[in-house]
């Protein structure tokens, strides 16, 4: 069975960074790369970051204050978002991707049900 759990998200001041992780079992690295996504109310889904065993991708809109890395040994991927907006706000997504997707960061398999992110004054 694939789980991919978020965690880390929640109330944070304009120009405030935060850190999400993203705990993940029933994939491998060989097969799949984990990504995030987010979804603001009233908005479409879009992508921000996929990590494979080799590469990191990012989409044109997110690179420069987002970075994904991983934990080899916890099975964990992290997105590290900094300069934090009111834009940002929305519930952050995780997910496993076939690695030949990554680069895309536009369809995955297997999601995780999410996290709150909310910036603020």
């Known amino acids: 069975e694939v789980q991919l759990v978020e965690s880390g998200g929640g109330l944070v001041q304009i120009g405030g960074s935060l850190r999400l992780s993203c705990a993940f079992s029933g994939v491998s690295f060989d097969d799949y790369g984990i990504g995030w996504f987010r979804q603001a109310p009233g908005k479409e889904r879009e992508g921000i970051s996929c990590?494979?065993?080799?590469?990191?991708y990012y989409s044109s809109a997110m690179r420069g204050r987002f970075a994904t890395s991983r934990d080899n040994a916890k099975n964990t991927v992290y997105l590290e978002m900094n300069s934090l907006q009111p834009e940002d706000t929305a519930v952050y997504y995780c997910a496993a991707l076939q690695k030949r997707m990554c680069p895309y960061i536009y369809e995955a398999d297997y999601w995780g049900k999410g996290t709150l992110v909310t910036v603020s004054s």
């Open positions: 990590k494979t065993s080799g590469s990191a």
